[in-house]
């Protein structure tokens, strides 16, 4: 729930950013987008996306440049491919997530279904030593 | 397989380069079978708006194909892969999320199993527990049978029983706990039979040995009276007084009025006993007279008794004459110890 919660943030993030708009609107779009990178950092799943991650943190500083520039049209573009790699990060992140709470889940099943199977089993045989 | 996937692409570059075309840059192929794959009719079903959003970046990288601007398309190509790879993660979530629930539903079903297992595996060991208290409930049976004699008054039924607990003890150490709570109920039936069967004897010689218990003490009482002596025979306890008539009469002598008022005394203090009082004289004299003489001479004592406070319903009383010598008529010391009154207190009938 809090993912999808965390998600649907993304897309209104996304949604909320204004293409086109003023270069100050700009400027505060890319500190918001900086601002999620490194929150991105600070989770230990990134290590399986540093490659995605770098490719936002260089579009970020190019970005920066435009900025700097007061290139408007490459700007805009550029933040908008780094909303969509954020928000593919986002989503990649939330996946890792899922995974290790599957993997954490299934562990566990396996663990209770052998120690059932265990305690079935001692059961059984103290079962057939006192009749049944 | 990724020839065959790879063909059409393939051909088509072919032909736009034999045509002089621009060919389409490999980001934007490789993208191209992407999204005709096999994540594309899931994709479409869960996630029609990202759909639409890369089909919208593809058509833009198209169209900057044609417009031979490679930058631009390689932007929008890049643009559709990543939201496409966006869309294929969430898939993916959902099938873990999917994977998670089924594990918790395991995991549920399993403590299940591991609960009802547990009570079975609890209630199986009260299982056990209750052959083991067989086990000694038998050895109890035995030693209660052990208790009233039962090797002596019931040898055979005791060792069958014996036998029996051995075997039950052996199955419950070997951990075969239903056999051993079965054999164990036979041993506890098996020393029961051996407690009945010794049960009529042992009671008969407890009361036997509680009279002659009361004997002893009564005998201890008696040695304190001068000429008298007591032994147990079956009939009873025998307590021989002499001395009490003078030649052949037949009234007490004054001076042993005391022994026969200690004696009634102690005939008091057991009003359990019946007592006979027997006569006997020598052999001096008519067998017919000595037998008169016997008699006077125990309702003599008797009546002295009565005198007494001894209850004239406990006592009865006989002459014996010379009859019954305890010792040697042809001499002086034998006559006088054969001349007595013998006090019986008569061992209780079964």
Do not use: W
């Not at chain 1, 700007?75 to 954020?86: G, S």
């Not at chain 2, 692409?9 to 032909?15: D, K, P, R």
């Not at chain 2, 833009?60 to 932007?75: G, I, P, R, S, W």
């Not at chain 2, 029983?161 to 039936?189: L, P, R, S, V, Y």
């Amino acid at each position: 729930m809090l993912r999808k919660v965390g998600f649907l943030a993304v897309c209104l993030l996304f949604a909320s950013q204004a293409f086109g708009a003023p270069l100050s609107k700009q400027k505060e779009t890319l500190e918001n987008f900086s601002a999620k990178a490194e929150e991105f950092k600070t989770n230990p799943a990134i290590n399986e996306l540093l490659a995605d991650l770098t490719k936002l943190t260089d579009c970020l500083a190019e970005s920066r440049v435009h900025i700097k520039n007061e290139d408007e049209k490459p700007l805009e573009r550029n933040l908008k491919k780094a909303q969509v790699q954020i928000r593919f990060i986002d989503a990649r992140l939330n996946e890792i997530a899922a995974r290790e709470e599957a993997l954490a889940a299934e562990d566990i099943a396996n663990k209770s279904e052998n120690a059932a199977k265990k305690l079935d089993q001692e059961a059984r045989t103290l079962e057939n030593k006192v009749g049944n | 397989m990724s020839l065959l996937k790879f063909t059409p692409a393939l051909i088509a570059s072919a032909l736009m380069i034999a045509c002089g075309s621009n060919p389409k840059p490999a980001e934007l192929q490789d993208f191209e079978a992407k999204r005709v794959g096999e994540y594309a009719p899931k994709i479409a079903e869960n996630y029609p708006a990202l759909q639409k959003e890369f089909d919208g970046y593809y058509k833009e990288a198209l169209k900057a194909h044609d417009d031979d601007n490679k930058n631009m398309t390689l932007y929008f190509t890049d643009l559709a892969d990543t939201t496409f790879r966006t869309a294929v993660s969430l898939l993916n979530q959902k099938d873990f999320q999917a994977r998670k629930a089924s594990a918790e539903e395991r995991t549920n079903q399993a403590g299940v199993v591991l609960e009802k297992a547990g009570q079975r595996k609890e209630f199986a060991s009260l299982k056990g527990q209750v052959a083991e208290v067989k086990v000694k409930d038998a050895e109890l049976a035995i030693l209660k049978a052990k208790s009233i004699n039962a090797a002596e008054y019931a040898p055979e039924q005791l060792a069958q029983a014996e036998a029996t607990f051995e075997k039950a003890k052996a199955a419950f150490a070997a951990g075969d706990t239903a056999e051993a709570q079965k054999i164990a109920e036979t041993a506890i039936a098996q020393a029961d039979v051996a407690l009945k069967t010794a049960q009529p004897a042992y009671d008969k010689q407890a009361k036997i040995n509680a009279v002659d218990a009361q004997y002893k003490k009564i005998m201890a009482d008696a040695a304190r009276i001068p000429s008298v002596t007591s032994r147990i025979e079956q009939r009873g306890l025998f307590i021989s007084m002499r001395d009490l008539f003078q030649g052949q009469k037949t009234t007490v002598r004054g001076d042993k009025m005391v022994a026969i008022m200690e004696m009634a005394k102690i005939i008091n203090n057991y009003p359990d006993f019946k007592i006979l009082i027997e006569g006997h004289t020598d052999n001096k004299g008519k067998a017919a007279k000595l037998m008169e003489i016997s008699e006077n001479r125990a309702q003599t004592v008797a009546s002295t008794l009565g005198k007494e406070g001894v209850a004239v319903a406990r006592i009865s009383t006989a002459g014996k004459g010379g009859t019954e010598p305890i010792d040697d008529n042809s001499k002086k010391a034998g006559r006088e110890k054969n001349q007595r009154v013998e006090i019986i207190f008569l061992r209780p009938a079964d």
